[in-house]
């Protein structure tokens, strides 16, 4: 699966797009303009995406690049 694809099956299961969680990641105090902080360390990222949107380990990694500024929306 694509990291696009991974966002957009994220976006059908939470009703939540790539700017929707950097912005709650911002407002989580993980994020400053939706890039994570230093020391923000993935497990950090992945029980979040567990606990408030039920995400599987993949899809909440997808998250943790997204906000880790590897991967962006559109990426193979």
Do not use: C
Request: overall charge positive; cysteine-free.
């Amino acid at each position: 699966m694509s990291f696009q694809g991974y966002l957009d099956t994220i976006k059908s299961k939470t009703g939540k797009g790539p700017e929707d969680f950097q912005r709650l990641a911002d407002q989580k105090g993980y994020a400053e303009n939706g890039r994570l902080k230093p020391g923000v360390k993935a497990g950090q990222i992945v029980g979040w995406m567990k606990d408030e949107f039920n995400l599987g380990h993949g899809h909440a990694m997808a998250i943790y690049a997204l906000l880790s500024g590897k991967r962006k929306p559109g990426d193979a």
